[in-house]
């Protein structure tokens, strides 16, 4: 009876013996082929930011973007090639996974949308941030441009989130892409007729070339004039500011005028705006 059984149980070992080592190749070769892919996966994200690396102005988070793409390419090919080592069928598993990511993406329809105008946006860049734009009815200056939206930040300091896909499917209209027109300024001052005209002009114009916010392109000018009204003679100051600030800078030039000339000044009463007498 023993020896029947050890029999028996050799005979099964010869039987199994092949099934066993078949299985311990498979699986060897299953594990070869993921080290291969996951060493294959990483280089292929690598090459592909290194690629896209040498295209000037390309987005750093488009070539992440591009290269976590690649990556998990290789490690879904790698996949599929461990389950066939395995005897299994990947060609059915391929058929599940093309339904289930259709439904996915039908249920994400939105969300995709706003994705695929996000990488729109990062390759073509319409605008940067810093820049400031009108999107619909929101106007706000860009601090940040996502894969699924972008971030404004308006005037007085409100966030305004905006999806990508709004932003793509409307007219944009950008204020920063070119230089702005400079603000065009002017002030008179009235002067005796007896006053030395050359050292008084040089004077005003120094002062107006080393205002901070006065523009040297284009060139201030300090010129004389007479008034329509009365025929007076007065120095005409023409300057330009980047930003919308003549008020302001009149209102220095004219302190600065009367401390410099260490002349009184008051304001003529006449219907022009913005002249004044040295007296």
């Not at 998990?72 to 093309?98: D, E, K, M, P």
């Not at 004039?225 to 302001?248: G, K, M, Q, W």
């Not at 401390?259 to 007498?277: C, M, N, Q, V, Y």
Request: no cysteine.
């Amino acid at each position: 009876m023993l020896e029947e059984k050890t029999q028996d149980l050799m005979v099964n070992m010869h039987a199994l013996l092949p099934l066993i080592v078949t299985n311990a190749l498979n699986l060897l070769g299953a594990i070869i082929i993921l080290l291969i892919g996951l060493w294959l996966s990483g280089k292929a994200h690598l090459l592909v930011v290194s690629a896209l690396s040498r295209t000037p102005h390309f987005d750093a988070m488009l070539k992440g973007f591009f290269g976590s793409l690649a990556r998990y390419l290789a490690l879904t090919v790698t996949l599929l090639a461990v389950l066939s080592q395995f005897g299994i069928q990947t060609t059915s598993l391929v058929a599940i996974l093309g339904a289930a990511g259709l439904a996915v993406g039908l249920a994400l329809q939105g969300t995709l949308s706003n994705l695929a105008a996000g990488i729109m946006l990062l390759i073509f860049r319409p605008f940067r941030t810093g820049h400031k734009v009108q999107v619909g009815g929101s106007v706000g200056t860009v601090t940040e441009l996502s894969l699924f939206w972008t971030e404004l930040v308006t005037d007085d300091k409100v966030q305004i989130i905006v999806p990508n896909g709004g932003v793509w499917g409307q007219p944009l209209r950008n204020f920063s892409i070119y230089p702005a027109t400079p603000h065009q300024g002017e002030v008179r001052f009235r002067i005796e007729e007896e006053t030395e005209l050359d050292p008084t002009i040089e004077k005003v114009a120094a002062i107006v070339e080393a205002h901070p916010r006065v523009l040297a392109d284009p060139a201030p000018s300090v010129l004389l004039d007479r008034s329509a009204a009365e025929n007076a003679l007065e120095i005409v100051v023409a300057f330009a500011t980047a930003e919308d600030e003549t008020a302001v800078v009149k209102s220095d030039l004219i302190k600065t005028v009367r401390t410099e000339l260490g002349k009184p000044i008051h304001r003529e009463k006449s219907h022009r705006a913005g002249d004044w007498i040295i007296t």
